[in-house]
């Protein structure tokens, strides 16, 4: 079956510091990845999307990227993290014809200080 | 660009009450539509789907949702909530492209 995995859980950053999440997927193959902004009252922003190693489509422009250095793997990165980055971060896969829509991660809470 | 209205942004309901939860989508095309569920302190799940078929999907803990494409509406429903459905509810859906697109969430609350 399949499985995905998300990392840290929780992570406090200062301003300015680099950042780096990871996702990574098991039990499947060519996954279309995501990466979303979860804040209150907002419901689920769509930051990437990769349907392919190398293939990353950024959906909002920002202090992030995204990174696919392997098949099932989705790095979400800053080089400086800003105040507003502050927020809780999901990571989620799809087959490409979304029949099934996603599966998300359990998430990471990121505050930064 | 295609999007997703939830207009009930919080609800609170006596157990035992029926639910209702509002959803549009403007995408004018061949849809997938979703429901999926965050309890407190838990990740994102699926309730329930429909891309084809039946337009009344039946989904877990017994939650439904009716696909009407005159309307562009999926809206979720049960007939009596329990406490353990209290929980943001998000509706989802496909626009054409590789990505879903969500509502804002309703945060329903169920009351003893």
């Known amino acids: 079956s399949q499985t995905i995995h998300q990392w840290p859980a929780t992570l406090v950053q200062p301003v300015g510091s680099p950042l780096s999440l990871e996702c990574t997927v098991e039990g499947t193959s060519n996954p279309n990845l995501y990466w979303y902004r979860q804040a209150a009252g907002r419901g689920l922003q769509l930051l990437f999307y990769s349907i392919g190693i190398g293939q990353i489509s950024s959906e909002v422009p920002q202090n992030l990227s995204a990174s696919r250095p392997q098949d099932r793997q989705f790095i979400l990165s800053s080089k400086k993290l800003l105040l507003s980055d502050s927020g809780f971060y999901l990571c989620?896969?799809?087959?490409?014809?979304?029949?099934?829509?996603?599966?998300f991660g359990s998430g990471t809470r990121l505050t930064v200080v | 660009a295609q999007s997703v209205s939830q207009h009930n942004h919080h609800v609170i309901l006596s157990e035992a009450a029926s639910l209702e939860l509002g959803c549009n989508y403007s995408?004018?095309?061949?849809?997938?539509l979703f429901w999926y569920v965050q309890y407190p302190g838990q990740h994102l799940q699926l309730l329930l789907k429909y891309f084809s078929g039946d337009p009344l999907v039946k989904g877990i803990k017994g939650f439904e949702a009716e696909f009407i494409k005159s309307k562009f509406s999926f809206n979720l429903r049960k007939p009596s909530v329990q406490w353990s459905d209290t929980a943001e509810y998000f509706c989802?859906?496909?626009?054409?492209?590789?990505?879903?697109?969500f509502g804002t969430g309703t945060q329903l609350k169920v009351e003893l």
């Open positions: 995408y004018g095309g061949t849809v997938n």
């Open positions: 989620a896969w799809s087959l490409g014809h979304l029949n099934y829509g996603y599966t």
């Open positions: 989802a859906s496909t626009g054409g492209g590789n990505k879903l697109t």
